[in-house]
């Protein structure tokens, strides 16, 4: 079955701080993953997107990586701000040329002063 | 630069009752997608259009419907409405023939039935 799976389920930090939130994925085939930032109430909103060949990308603080071996994937997030307190959410497109995204079940950041 | 638009960006209704969700999407995009977002729950994929036909189906019931018109906007209609159905929907569009398989989320609908 296609699941991607996201932990830590939910996590708080300071102001200032680094965190690092991980995506496992059971998608197969693999056409690309993306991570986008849901605040509450809102649409989420793109950060990355890597196809399998990518291992990492950055987007300002956020930087993804990716290994399409294991089938895992990160975003770190440098010198976190308040307006950073967010979901986030990992979701893998599962076919090639195609836009169907399974989404995982997000990471809720908080961030504190 | 423009963005996905929905209305209404509210909505309460009673049960039973019909509504009717719109979505207007980044000019240029020809695809349309609709997600239904519960309380603390991941979008469920409904259905998405592409050139004004349907191209994929998920869990949308069948009290619901929806349609792509000739400017590409899109309509969700949703009829009998249950308590079951309050939840965020969200629209994205992308350009599919112009290879941009990036989707891109509007504002979100929040549907209240009471």
């Known amino acids: 079955k296609n699941q991607v799976e996201q932990s830590p389920q939910s996590l708080i930090i300071l102001e200032g701080k680094n965190c690092t939130l991980q995506?496992?994925?059971?998608?197969?085939?693999?056409?690309?993953l993306r991570w986008y930032k849901q605040d509450t109430g809102r649409g989420p909103v793109s950060l990355t997107i890597?196809?399998?060949?990518?291992n990492t990308k950055s987007n300002g603080r956020y930087t993804a990586t990716l290994d399409a071996d294991t089938k895992q994937s990160s975003l770190h997030i440098t010198a976190s701000q308040l307006s950073d307190s967010a979901s986030y959410i990992c979701?893998?497109?599962?076919?090639?040329?195609?836009?169907?995204?399974?989404f995982g079940t997000g990471t809720r950041l908080q961030v504190f002063p | 630069a423009a963005g996905v638009i929905q209305s209404p960006r509210h909505l309460i209704k009673e049960k039973r009752e019909t509504a009717t969700l719109k979505c207007y999407p980044i000019?240029?995009?020809?695809?349309v997608y609709w997600y239904q977002q519960g309380p603390g729950q991941d979008p469920q994929f409904l259905i998405s259009?592409?050139?004004?036909?349907?191209?994929d189906k998920g869990s949308i019931p069948d009290r619901f419907s929806a349609q792509q018109f000739s400017d590409y906007h899109s309509e969700l209609n949703m009829s009998s409405l249950e308590l079951g159905d309050s939840a965020l929907y969200f629209c994205?569009?992308?350009?599919?023939?112009?290879?941009?398989?990036?989707?891109?989320f509007g504002p979100g609908t929040r549907l209240t039935v009471t």
């Open positions: 979701v893998v497109s599962g076919s090639y040329n195609t836009d169907k995204l399974i």
């Open positions: 000019p240029r995009h020809d695809t």
């Open positions: 994205a569009s992308s350009g599919r023939t112009s290879g941009t398989y990036e989707q891109y």
């Open positions: 259009f592409y050139e004004k036909m349907q191209s």
């Open positions: 995506c496992n994925y059971t998608v197969s085939p693999f056409s690309n």
């Open positions: 890597m196809t399998f060949s990518e």
